[in-house]
């Protein structure tokens, strides 16, 4: 689970600054006049990847949690194992928390990265949200799934 953590976080960072980026190319294009041809295709692309990355987002954030479902049944487990997996995932969830109370505080800052989460990322911006809640719900499937296995 430690790998979800770290790719929603990765991802949830990586995607806005990717878009400032695009933006800040696609004004420099539009505002030249060498690049006629060029300037038409840049704002669809620049368009394009604001609306579809959040929906990315989301898609990679519940593919990666149902993977963690699907796998925690497929791991042979023991009763030991289930305890100290059960802290492990908690401990995982603590420090989660502290990721998505960093992101939250970008997200809420006045600079032009938490602007930019705040205008075009709204999916992404519910989901670190609720980022701990959704941690629990999914540490309780995995240990009710793992329980199940063991009886």
Do not use: C, H
């Not at 690049?35 to 609306?51: I, P, Y």
């Not at 992101?103 to 992404?124: A, R």
């Amino acid at each position: 689970m430690w790998y979800i953590v770290g790719a929603i976080m990765l991802i949830s960072i990586m995607l806005p600054v990717f878009n400032i980026f695009m933006d800040t190319m696609n004004t420099s294009i539009q505002q030249s006049t060498d690049v006629e041809k060029a300037q038409d295709s840049t704002q669809t692309l620049t368009d394009g990847f604001r609306n579809s990355s959040d929906i990315v987002f989301a898609t990679v954030f519940f593919a990666l949690y149902i993977g963690a479902i699907i796998l925690a049944y497929f791991i042979d487990t023991d009763p030991l194992f289930l305890i100290a997996g059960i802290i492990i995932l908690i401990l995982i969830s603590w420090v989660g928390m502290y990721f998505a109370d960093a992101f939250y505080d970008i997200s809420t800052d006045d600079t032009t990265l938490g602007n930019e989460i705040q205008t075009n990322f709204p999916i992404m911006k519910f989901i670190m949200s609720y980022f701990l809640e959704i941690n629990l719900v999914l540490l309780a499937i995995v240990g009710a799934i793992t329980y199940g296995k063991l009886t």
